[in-house]
């Protein structure tokens, strides 16, 4: 629960601190007297958008403080943490503290434990300490959209579990749908690129040419036509090395000469590594002149040969122009297009499958909706007879409450469910949708009632909650009741609620009293706790307007009431 309320500087409050107890705390003062801001300080805590134009004239920013007292053994505690916040513990319990900076110029700031927090993060971890309800959410309940998210949180994890699983079917309805539509819509695109890719593989395969190919062929036919000179080459060489008719002096002969000579010159070790060296020279020129012979004996010339290198060249030469691209990359283009082929060799095959694939998404779509309805309809059962069983006690007892869940027609994303709240409010009347059928009073009464039912369901007991005038159109008899209710409430958890009615007022342990107070150049206000007398003359004055000997006595009335009541 909340324990402190610190505000500094926000609209019309200079700064006022509130302490804040267990069980009901109500708020009231004048119109205009700044309770509005004190519900704008609690939304700021809980990550609401932060509006400059909200910060007090004249100020740099306004701060809004929190300290909220939870069970160490809350998880909210270990996201603290997680978050880099520090906690004081005391006899079991945690105090944190939230704050939230608002500059008239910039961006406001989360701090959580003294940490700076994202304002995602400040709203995921308030959010899970206070609930707020302002003046306009009994005209949201309305809307058939809240009505079904009121829904499924009272249903927990039951609705929550099935809902995921409906969203999971439904993406995957639509996908498989996507891509059905897709392919119809190419699939005349896809018969026009099936010709193109075929063409390009025949053109391809008809010349069927070998990686390098065009390379070698272009070697092979210069070493061809130039055979005479080859042939000159080779035996011109071979003769420099063992002799021929032309060649009377080869260089094998001047080998052998100076072999000769060397023996001549004596046995000696370097004589002999000479002539060695000799020995190896002729065996290796010899080998040379040989291979040199045998290359030139098959030099010939080969007519055929370089004439169907000439007409592979030309067709190898057609194919490249034809297709505006070299030979390898033709060969790589030809390889996808045949998988490109494969995919597209059996359109209908894949039309039939992709329908198949879509029929399946729809069943187990399908399947998954039913079960959600299963799950809200049992839900919304439960949510009916609590909310039912509240009326009496907000002076309601021949109001008829139900809640309907019936197939949508078309699916969405949040499931394939209308959920309708009806309400007859009074014998013999028909069901009707709630925004028909009930008042202003009323509507905050069913609010109400489906808060408290809300709260006692899935809120751990001591969770905090602030109702923003839930009395609206409410009195008599009736604004009793609600006081009752939210006293009630109040048992068992933390309940604020800002009220202009003294029948509300009076069920509170702690009424506390926005006071504005004129200046020469602006108002400043405070936030008062009143008790005794002073709380007596609060109620007259919200019953009557002034604080007559007459209201007080009503007012007197009203708080014996309420202490026989609680």
Do not use: C
């Not at 809300?454 to 009741?481: M, P, S, W």
């Amino acid at each position: 629960m909340i324990e402190q309320l610190r505000i500094s500087q926000l609209g019309v409050i200079e700064s006022a601190e509130l302490e804040l107890g267990s069980g009901l705390t109500a708020l009231t003062g004048e119109t205009g007297a700044g309770k509005t801001m004190a519900v704008t300080s609690l939304e700021l805590l809980l990550g609401a958008k932060a509006d400059p134009a909200k910060v007090r004239r004249g100020a740099k920013s306004a701060v809004v403080e929190g300290i909220f007292s939870v069970p160490e053994e809350s998880a909210v505690v270990e996201r603290i943490v997680q978050a880099g916040g520090d906690i004081e513990s005391e006899d079991g319990m945690a105090t944190v503290f939230i704050s939230r900076h608002v500059p008239a110029n910039g961006r406001s700031r989360s701090f959580i434990g003294g940490r700076s927090v994202p304002t995602g993060v400040l709203a995921d971890i308030a959010g899970s300490l206070l609930t707020v309800h302002g003046q306009t959410d009994q005209l949201r309940l309305a809307a058939p959209a809240e009505q079904r998210a009121a829904l499924d949180e009272f249903g927990g994890e039951a609705v929550a579990r099935a809902a995921r699983t409906w969203r999971d079917a439904w993406g995957a309805y639509n996908e498989a749908s996507d891509q059905l539509q897709r392919f119809t819509e190419q699939a005349a695109d896809a018969a026009r690129a099936r010709l193109a890719y075929e063409a390009l593989v025949a053109k391809v395969e008809e010349v069927n040419p070998g990686i390098g190919e065009e390379a070698a062929l272009k070697q092979e036919a210069l070493a061809l036509e130039n055979v005479e000179e080859r042939f000159s080459g080779l035996s011109g060489a071979a003769a420099a090395l063992s002799g021929s008719d032309t060649v009377d002096y080869p260089a094998l002969a001047g080998i052998a000469e100076a072999q000769s000579s060397l023996q001549s010159a004596g046995e000696s070790e370097d004589v002999a590594d000479l002539a060695g060296r000799l020995d190896s020279a002729q065996a290796e020129l010899s080998d040379i002149a040989n291979e040199l012979a045998d290359l030139a004996a098959h030099s010939e010339a080969d007519p055929d040969r370089l004439s169907v290198i000439y007409m592979r060249r030309q067709q190898l030469q057609g194919l490249r122009k034809a297709l505006g691209m070299d030979l390898d990359q033709a060969l790589e283009e030809a390889d996808q297009a045949r998988a490109a082929l494969e995919d597209l060799g059996d359109l209908e095959g894949t039309r039939e499958r992709l329908a198949k694939e879509l029929s399946q998404a729809q069943s187990e779509m399908e399947a998954a909706g039913k079960r959600l309805r299963a799950a809200r309809t049992a839900a919304a059962k439960k949510l009916s007879s609590a909310v039912a069983s509240e009326l009496p006690q907000l002076a309601l007892p021949d109001a008829t409450f139900s809640i309907s869940v019936t197939e949508s027609d078309a699916p969405a994303i949040h499931g394939h469910d209308v959920v309708k709240f009806q309400l007859a409010s009074h014998r013999g009347a028909p069901l009707a949708p709630l925004a028909k059928s009930a008042s202003g009073g009323e509507l905050s009464r069913i609010m109400l009632a489906v808060e408290v039912s809300l709260a006692e369901q899935t809120h751990d007991k001591h969770h905090t909650f602030l109702f923003d005038e839930i009395d609206a159109g409410v009195g008599g008899r009736a604004a009793l009741a609600v006081g009752h209710r939210l006293a009630a409430l109040a048992a068992t958890n933390q309940v604020i609620v800002v009220t202009h009615l003294a029948q509300v007022a009076a069920y509170a342990q702690t009424q506390a009293v926005v006071v504005k107070e004129s200046k020469e150049k602006s108002a400043i206000t405070h936030v008062i706790e009143v008790e005794g007398d002073e709380r007596l003359s609060e109620l007259a004055r919200m019953l009557a307007g002034s604080d007559s000997e007459t209201a007080r006595a009503h007012a007197a009335e009203l708080l014996s009431t309420a202490d026989v009541a609680r």
